[in-house]
T-cell receptor, first 113, second 116 residues
């Protein structure tokens, strides 16, 4: 599998429900980030978790990181129709310098009313 | 709020033509990137740029591609002779310098390139 693969590939839930997306990666990382992409738009940074962190919260987002399993999960609580988008995890080797991100394949989230 | 801006939003070109995609990164950022996303596929790294030179490039970034920061504000991606497979959305991104750099990239809205 490739660096940064999300599952499921697609997820459809009703407004108010929680959405959980998973990401697996292969190589060592310094940090793992989650980005959102609305259809046909640019990527928006959601949250970053460092390799020495296990869990991080930001508003309705909760990210976990398990470096032993090389996996991360993104939980969106109390989802809204506006959360409909594709969600990508991205792994980065460094901070503080030019560091490319390697993006996963993405999870398409559909939140219906 | 500062943002990365890209032009054009959409360009249609004939195969073999040269294309220049333009980006204005956030003004105090020092690291710049181009990524591309072929329709329905993952976002792929093309090139990173720092201190007026390429820091890293991917296998995709062959001799047909070049980047330039001609005037201290614009950051351009040139494709010398476009191929059909260059059709994609091209994203510019920038990153803060020094200790403010958390690793987060700030992306533009993208330039959609269609090669006919």
């Amino acid at each position: 599998s490739q660096q940064g693969e999300e599952d499921p590939q697609a997820l459809s839930i009703q407004e108010g429900e929680n959405a959980t997306m998973n990401c697996s990666y292969k190589t060592s990382i310094n940090n793992l980030q989650w980005y959102r992409q609305n259809s046909g738009r640019g990527l928006v940074h959601l949250i970053l978790i460092r390799s020495n962190e296990r869990e991080k919260h930001s508003g309705r987002l909760r990210v976990t990181l398990d470096t032993s399993k090389k996996s991360s999960s993104l939980l969106i609580t109390a989802s809204r129709a506006a959360d409909t988008a594709s969600y990508f995890c991205a792994t980065g080797p460094f901070t503080g310098t030019a560091s490319k991100l390697t993006f996963g394949t993405g999870t398409r989230l559909q939140v219906t009313l | 709020e500062p943002e990365v801006t890209q032009t054009p939003s959409h360009q249609v070109t004939q195969m073999g033509q040269e294309v220049i995609l333009r980006c204005v990164p956030i003004s105090n950022h020092l690291y710049f990137y181009w990524y591309r996303q072929i329709l329905g596929q993952k976002v792929e790294f093309l090139v990173s740029f720092y201190n007026n030179e390429i820091s890293e490039k991917s296998e995709i970034f062959d001799d047909q591609f070049s980047v330039e920061r001609p005037d201290g504000s614009n950051f351009t991606l040139k494709i010398r002779s476009t191929k059909l497979e260059d059709s994609a959305m091209y994203f510019c991104a920038s990153q803060e310098p020094g200790i403010a750099n958390t690793g987060e990239l700030f992306f533009g809205e993208g330039s959609r390139l269609t090669v006919l």
